[in-house]
Nanobody, 126 residues
Framework: QVQLRESGGGSVQAGGSLRLSCAGSGYTHNSACLGWFRQAPGKEREMIATVYSLGRRTHIADSVKGRFTISQDNAKNTLYLEMNSLKPEDTAMYYC???????????????????WGQGTQVTVSS
């Protein structure tokens, strides 16, 4: 059974940085896509970063490109999201998610993610 657990959220002032971690288990490394999503109150959930294509590629949403970086450490079974130059509009609940085993090479879409963590709150004050 796939299990995901996020950590590292918190409150920070605009311009600050945070690093989110997602400890995972129950899946074969690089056989599934892993991603970070966020959802702010009253807004739809947004995919902001994903590792795909057997772990060899990453995709970053335009809204965070240049500020956020996704990475993974297979030895630690952990996915990371490094967030820099944070803005108040980055305030949201952040979720880690995984697809099932995936053999496609293109960027996954949100509906393909089947397994979700509980989320970690990020609050950015101005």
């Amino acid at each position: 059974q796939v299990q995901l657990r996020e950590s590292g959220g918190g409150s920070v002032q605009a311009g600050g940085s945070l690093r989110l971690s997602c400890a995972g288990s129950g899946y074969t490394h690089n056989s599934a896509c892993l991603g970070w999503f966020r959802q702010a109150p009253g807004k739809e959930r947004e995919m902001i970063a994903t590792v795909y294509s057997l772990g060899r590629r990453t995709h970053i949403a335009d809204s965070v490109k240049g500020r956020f970086t996704i990475s993974q450490d297979n030895a630690k079974n952990t996915l990371y999201l490094e967030m820099n130059s944070l803005k108040p509009e980055d305030t949201a609940m952040y979720y880690c998610a995984a697809t099932g085993t995936r053999s496609r090479w293109d960027v996954p879409i949100q509906s393909e993610f089947r397994y979700w963590g509980q989320g970690t709150q990020v609050t950015v004050s101005s």
